[in-house]
C-alpha cells in the first residue's frame, strides 16, 4: 500500500513545479525574447539505509532537468534603431555588474544618462573592450554584424564613425544555463567567445516562443494529472482504514 503512496506523494509535489513552470511560461508569452522551459521527471528508488536493504520496491518521481526550448520566436518590425533580433541561433553579450557575462534575445535596449547602451534593466551590452558609449546628438545604425556607427546630426553629415560592437556569441545549447534573473549563461561560468556568423537585425524584436495553447493544453493536462494522484492517496487511506477494521 505504501508503494501507491510514495508514487502519488512525489508525483503530486513535482506536478505542482512543472504547473508552475507553464505558468510562467504563460506569464511570458508576450515577453521579448523569451524562452519556453519545461521540466522534466523521472522515477528513483527509495533506498533504505537498513543493514538489510531489500529490494528498491518504492519510487520517488523527482524533477530531473529543466529544459529549455531554444527555438526562434516572430518577428516584429519596429523601425526604432536601438531595437535588435538575433537572426538565427546566437545571443547578444551583456556584462554584470560583477563583471562576469551573461547572455539574451531580448533586444530592446535603450540608452542611460551617460550615453551607454544597456537593456530596460539597467545592465550595459557588452562590446569589444566593454560597455558601448554613444556621443551626444548622432543618428545610429546597426550593422548585421553587430557594428554600431554613428552619423552626426549637426556639421558634416557624410562621414559615419564606427564607436563599437556588440559582442555576438553562439555556444552551444547544451551548454546555456537560465538563472534566476531570466538571463543565460554559459555552463562553468566562462565567457564565450565571438562568432562571427552570428547577425543581428535592427529595427526588429523578436517575440516570445512560447505557444499560448499548447501551454494552456499542459496545463489542463497536469491538473488532471494532480487530481488522480490526490485520488491516489484518498484510495491508499480508505484501503489503510478498511485493512485496519479487518485486523482488528
Known amino acids: 500500500m505504501d508503494r501507491m503512496i510514495y508514487t502519488a506523494m512525489s508525483g503530486a509535489s513535482q506536478t505542482m513545479s512543472r504547473q508552475a513552470a507553464v505558468a510562467h511560461n504563460l506569464a511570458n508569452v508576450n515577453a521579448t525574447g523569451y524562452r519556453a522551459e519545461e521540466h522534466r521527471l523521472r522515477s528513483v528508488n527509495v533506498l533504505s539505509q537498513a543493514a538489510q536493504k531489500g529490494l528498491p520496491t518504492r519510487s520517488f518521481a523527482v524533477d530531473a532537468s529543466t529544459h529549455t526550448d531554444f527555438t526562434a520566436g516572430p518577428m516584429a518590425h519596429t523601425g526604432r534603431p536601438l531595437d535588435m533580433a538575433v537572426q538565427g541561433e546566437g545571443w547578444i553579450a551583456l556584462q554584470m555588474p560583477d563583471g562576469s557575462e551573461a547572455y539574451t534575445r531580448n533586444g530592446s535596449f535603450e540608452l542611460n544618462v551617460n550615453g551607454i547602451i544597456q537593456t530596460r534593466s539597467g545592465i550595459p551590452v557588452q562590446g569589444d573592450g566593454g560597455p558601448i558609449s554613444v556621443p551626444p546628438e548622432v543618428?545610429?545604425?546597426?550593422?548585421?554584424?553587430?557594428?554600431?556607427?554613428?552619423?552626426?546630426?549637426?556639421?558634416?553629415?557624410?562621414?559615419?564613425?564606427?564607436?563599437?560592437?556588440?559582442?555576438?556569441?553562439?555556444?552551444?545549447?547544451?551548454?546555456?544555463?537560465?538563472?534566476?534573473?531570466?538571463?543565460?549563461?554559459?555552463?562553468?561560468?566562462?565567457?564565450?567567445?565571438?562568432?562571427?556568423?552570428?547577425?543581428?537585425?535592427?529595427?526588429?524584436?523578436?517575440?516570445?516562443?512560447?505557444?499560448?495553447?499548447?501551454?494552456?493544453?499542459?496545463?489542463?493536462?497536469?491538473?488532471?494529472?494532480?487530481?488522480?494522484?490526490?485520488?491516489?492517496?484518498?484510495?491508499?487511506?480508505?484501503?489503510?482504514?478498511?485493512?485496519?477494521?479487518?485486523?482488528a
Open 139 to 247: 543618428t545610429l545604425s546597426i550593422g548585421s554584424d553587430g557594428t554600431i556607427s554613428a552619423l552626426p546630426e549637426t556639421g558634416p553629415r557624410n562621414t559615419p564613425s564606427v564607436i563599437g560592437r556588440i559582442k555576438l556569441v553562439k555556444p552551444p545549447n547544451g551548454d546555456m544555463i537560465r538563472g534566476e534573473d531570466g538571463l543565460f549563461r554559459v555552463r562553468g561560468g566562462d565567457p564565450a567567445t565571438v562568432d562571427e556568423t552570428v547577425g543581428i537585425l535592427s529595427g526588429t524584436l523578436e517575440g516570445s516562443n512560447v505557444n499560448a495553447a499548447e501551454q494552456m493544453v499542459t496545463m489542463i493536462s497536469l491538473a488532471r494529472q494532480f487530481e488522480m494522484q490526490m485520488k491516489m492517496l484518498s484510495t491508499a487511506d480508505a484501503n489503510d482504514r478498511a485493512a485496519t477494521q479487518i485486523l
